[in-house]
């Protein structure tokens, strides 16, 4: 009388585990991706050794010929604080992330920066890592 084992080992792989956490992560990454807006405008930034973690509402962008842009949207100087103003409004702790070109002379950033300081927004000029 031979006694035989009811429980067998399958030598197959079962993949169906692993192809649930590539999807999962897929899913993660498109998700985060999306979250992240770099700015579409390519400036050449001043270079800084110092970066700030503070995450800012909206970005004011400052081309090499003088062209001002909110996001990837271009605008005028003359409508840029009644815009900023219909976004952010009265929040005392909106960021603005200010992109400007290394060659802009500086009168022309301090107009956005005087526009920031009267209605209380705190400005971060970006830089590129040294």
Do not use: C, W
Not at 19 to 40: E, G, K, R, W, Y
Not at 54 to 59: G, R, V, Y
Not at 60 to 81: A, G, H, M, W
Not at 96 to 111: F, G, Q
């Amino acid at each position: 009388m031979a006694i035989q084992s009811r429980n067998k080992v399958s030598a197959a792989f079962s993949m169906s585990g692993m192809t649930d956490i590539v999807f999962l992560l897929l899913i993660f990454f498109m998700i985060t991706s999306t979250l992240i807006h770099p700015t579409a405008l390519k400036l050449l930034l001043p270079q800084s050794k110092h970066q700030t973690s503070a995450k800012p509402f909206t970005t004011v962008s400052i081309t090499k010929d003088i062209r001002y842009y909110i996001e990837d949207q271009p605008i005028e100087i003359d409508n840029l604080e009644s815009i900023l103003h219909e976004r952010i409004g009265q929040n005392p702790e909106t960021y603005i992330a200010l992109h400007v070109d290394k060659r802009v002379p500086i009168e022309y950033v301090v107009k956005v920066m005087n526009i920031a300081k009267n209605n209380n927004y705190k400005l971060i000029l970006a830089t590129s890592p040294n």
